[in-house]
């Protein structure tokens, strides 16, 4: 009854419909903007894939794991444990016939040795030189920081275990400690790079690592100005800040390069000084051959022990210092560092998280509270007026690029109020087509207060020269 259309015949033509009823005038709607768009599960951490590849590997990891003795290949040299392994994983292959290739066993025998000498899977990110950021949230995602913008890598770990006891080896390098006691950790890698860790409890999906790589390349203010951080006129008044000993207070955002401004600066030392630097985790590269670094140190498992960053700047104030330099000023320590300013360590610097400098200087005065000195709001001021000089802003901007937006000099105050005026702004006039923002470095014009000092130096006609350019 219902015969079947053999392959090749003309199908027989679709009953007629009723035209349907005019549509309404199109009206034209506007893209949804990508911020605007609802949210997916999309960006979740997944758990790898487990195909064939996979499983062959961790058998073959399993296996060589029961072989070697892991306290005698770690006091092997990288390159004779490197051609060990691979020996074993030949033999295990043929002898398991397991079908792995050349390409793929050397692969493995890179990851094995990573994981017993190094910092396993993100040690490919952090020979890198384009990665200066790497974030890991748990052990199926990591994303990296390339040329100021984020993305997300293909690196994995196994579980998160393994993320866990890749934490502990960098924590323990440094001589502290990450367990569910004691959840939050900063540390150092051997290169200076600075690190971060949240583990679980405090960590919902797993162990959290940030560093924040240390640049193998040396970072200079003449780098800086061909990279176009600054200006040439911008990088000579900075040289001159640094040389004349004023005290400076570097202010921006969460990695808007704050640290790489310092230790640019920091260059202008003069060798014959004595400088002490104080951070939580030692990064600072200072060049000159007089560096006294101390660290920070948290409380033991019995809560005792702790060392502040205010106990060290106390402490190095008895250790003859001709400049204090601190990595990061974000407590009470900000008022033993205004009297330091003020008592003769001319050319001290620090660096402290601020939107613009007018920002910075409230937060100071706000840090100084925290130490517990009850001081009326103007003493505050006048204690910072006289011991702020310049307070230079950086920001990384939508581009990627950090730049130096302002120059902002501290002159003194009117009543209750301080007085700042801008050396130099940054002024932002478009973009261009490949997405680089375009803007100028603008001096202001303004003859600085500090210009006598840098007479004092022999420099005052050179700060003129930056000034007007």
């Known amino acids: 009854m219902f015969g079947r259309r053999g392959i090749g015949e003309t199908p027989p033509p679709p009953p007629a419909v009723a035209s349907p009823a005019p549509a309404a005038p199109a009206v034209a709607t506007k893209e949804i903007s990508p911020l605007l768009a609802p949210k997916t599960d999309d960006a979740k951490p997944k758990p790898p894939e487990t195909n064939e590849l996979t499983q062959t590997k ?21 390159e004779e444990l490197k051609r060990q392994i691979i020996e074993l994983i030949g033999e295990i292959v043929i002898e ?33 030189e384009l990665v200066t950021d790497i ?23 196994r579980d998160n275990a393994h993320v866990m006891a890749i934490a ?16 939050i950790c900063d540390a150092r890698l051997p290169d200076g790079s600075r690190v971060n860790v949240i583990a679980p409890p405090l960590a919902i999906r797993g162990c959290s690592i940030s560093i924040r790589k240390f640049s193998q390349k040396k970072i200079t203010l003449d780098v800086m100005a061909s990279q176009n951080n600054i200006s040439d006129p911008l990088c000579k008044l900075l040289k001159i800040c640094g040389a004349i000993r004023l005290n400076l207070l570097i202010s921006g955002g969460t990695g808007s390069g704050k ?26 590269q200072l060049q000159q051959p007089h560096v006294v670094t101390l660290e920070t140190r948290q409380a033991n498992l019995e809560g005792q022990g702790e060392v502040t960053m205010r106990d060290l700047v106390k402490n190095s104030l008895r250790m003859r210092p001709d400049r204090i330099i601190l990595g990061e000023v ?49 003493a505050v001021r006048q204690q910072i007026t006289s011991a702020v000089n310049v307070v230079v802003q950086i920001q990384r901007m939508r581009d990627g690029m950090r730049r130096v937006t302002h120059v902002t000099e501290v002159t003194g105050m009117e009543g209750d109020v301080i007085i700042t005026q801008d050396l130099f702004t940054y002024e932002f006039k478009g973009e261009d087509e490949s997405g680089k923002l375009v803007g100028e470095f603008a001096s202001t014009g303004v003859r600085p207060s500090f210009a006598h000092k840098a007479a004092y130096f022999g420099l005052e006609q050179a700060l003129l020269e930056a000034i007007s350019a």
């Open 58 to 78: 961790d058998k073959i990891y399993s296996i060589l794991m029961e072989q070697i003795d892991i306290g005698t290949s770690s006091r092997l040299p990288r």
């Open 259 to 284: 640290t790489t401004l310092l230790n640019a600066i920091s260059r202008m030392i003069s060798p014959g000084e004595r400088v002490v630097t104080i951070e939580d985790a030692a990064e600072l």
């Open 135 to 157: 974030m890991v949230n748990g052990p199926w995602q990591v994303y990296v920081e390339r040329k100021g913008k984020l993305e997300l890598s293909d690196i994995k770990f």
């Open 96 to 128: 398991r016939k397991f079908m792995l290739s050349a390409a793929e066993q050397q692969l493995l025998a890179n990851q094995i040795v990573d994981d017993m000498l190094g910092f396993g899977p993100l040690e490919p990110l952090l020979r890198d």
């Open 330 to 378: 974000r407590g009470g320590e900000a008022f033993d560092l205004l009297q330091a300013m003020n008592t003769g360590h001319d050319g001290s610097m620090g660096t402290l998280h601020a939107n613009n400098p007018r920002e910075a200087l409230s937060r100071l005065e706000n840090m100084i509270g925290m130490a517990g000195i009850n001081l009326p709001s103007k």
């Open 168 to 183: 502990t080896r960098i924590v323990t390098g440094v001589g502290r400690r990450v367990d569910e006691s004691s959840p």
